[in-house]
């Protein structure tokens, strides 16, 4: 397994500032970001004020030249453990149900299909409720796009590792969804 | 299960070396039951992500919502604490004022009928027990029977200034004798007289 990062095109000279690396970065990560943080049982406005002080702290880091190797899984590391110093709700989101709104996210909305995928998705719910923390977050943290490299850096876990927890999740997940 | 069938996540995430993806594409050609669990796990992450999306809107939506509830709740508990207010104040609320009985005497001295108890003008120890869970208990019973008898026929003339009138509370053994008697003396149309000099 290589785990290699996506290319952030960085120019290192304007890292004097900073400024621009971390608009841009600003834009490419905020949205997995959101989503990362609020499956992991934060409110919006909690996970939009994480966020916030994520690039604060990334604007910081890269003006007084911080590490820039693989700058996305230092991000999405900074913003994991600000969630978890929120203990009160972290993990929240898979303990309580979710009257979820599908409508939006589907192509071709029609009422049966809205009642499929909501009961698709209270399955899937139910199943991720059954993961252990690690595999839930390396799973969460997968769809929000990173690699392997990134999830390790992450959650401070070697690359194999990541490897094998993110199969034995789908594996569970696949099995109890019956697909 | 095939070599392969550990590594087709990994395969599909293109998380593997150039070489081991080549050779796990290559076993794809050829082994179904890998391109059929590949098809599970292509489902399975496609799932996933949709319901990381769906979870970021629903929040989104139940934030704006979240006042809803909070607001019924404390309608309702206002709504409670008014009904309570009330229901108390009415228990509170002193008996009305209502005029003390008039026991008028019966066209013959002695009756035993029953007379229908009075509505309005009956002593206020004597209307019907109000509706009461706490201290009611103080409230004579209401008599089954109500006998005015007048103050002439037990009393000799003059004996009772006039206006005066009593009311017997009886109680009656099973076998129909009188137990207790008790007079209680009325004043109606009384008139304290002024003195002449």
């Known amino acids: 397994m290589t785990g290699e990062s996506m290319p952030i095109a960085l120019p290192f000279s304007r890292l004097a500032t900073g400024t621009g690396e971390v608009t841009s970065l600003y834009r490419e990560l905020r949205e997995p970001l959101l989503r990362y943080l609020v499956c992991l049982g934060l409110s919006k406005d909690e996970a939009q004020d994480v966020v916030q002080d994520t690039f604060l702290s990334l604007h910081r880091h890269l003006t007084s030249n911080g590490q820039q190797d693989n700058i996305r899984g230092w991000v999405f590391r900074v913003a994991h453990n600000q969630a978890r110093n929120r203990q009160g709700s972290y993990h929240r989101r898979f303990a309580e149900p979710l009257d979820l709104q599908v409508d939006g996210v589907l192509d071709e909305t029609t009422p049966e299909r809205v009642v499929l995928e909501k009961e698709k998705f209270q399955r899937l719910a139910k199943a991720i409720a059954t993961l252990s923390n690690s595999e839930r977050e390396c799973l969460l943290l997968r769809a929000a796009g990173l690699r392997y490299r990134e999830i390790g850096e992450t959650l401070g876990i070697p690359t194999s590792t990541v490897g094998d927890t993110v199969e034995r999740a789908i594996r569970k997940l696949t099995e109890m969804l019956h697909v | ?197």
């Open chain 2, 1 to 197: 299960m095939c070599d392969c069938s550990t590594k087709l996540i990994a395969w599909l995430d293109r998380e593997l070396e150039p070489a081991e993806m080549a050779r796990v594409q290559q076993h794809l050609e050829n082994c179904k039951e890998c391109r059929a669990s590949l098809v599970k796990y292509e489902q399975v992450s496609k799932v996933f992500d949709d319901y990381c999306k769906v979870t970021l809107t629903t929040v989104a939506d139940r934030r704006s919502r979240r006042w809803v509830p909070i607001l019924s709740a404390a309608a309702a508990i206002l709504l409670l604490a008014v009904t309570a207010a009330l229901l108390l104040r009415t228990r509170v609320q002193p008996l009305p004022a209502t005029p003390i009985a008039i026991v008028r005497p019966p066209e013959s001295p002695l009756t035993s009928e029953p007379r229908p108890a009075p509505v309005n003008t009956a002593h206020p120890r004597r209307m019907p027990a109000p509706v009461r869970k706490q201290k009611a208990t103080w409230l004579p019973p209401q008599p089954a029977i109500e006998v005015a008898i007048p103050a002439d026929s037990m009393f000799p003339p003059g004996a009772v200034p006039e206006g005066v009138n009593f009311i017997a509370d009886v109680n009656f053994a099973p076998d129909g004798s009188a137990r207790q008697i008790r007079l209680q003396p009325h004043l109606t149309g009384f008139e304290r007289r002024t003195i002449q000099p």
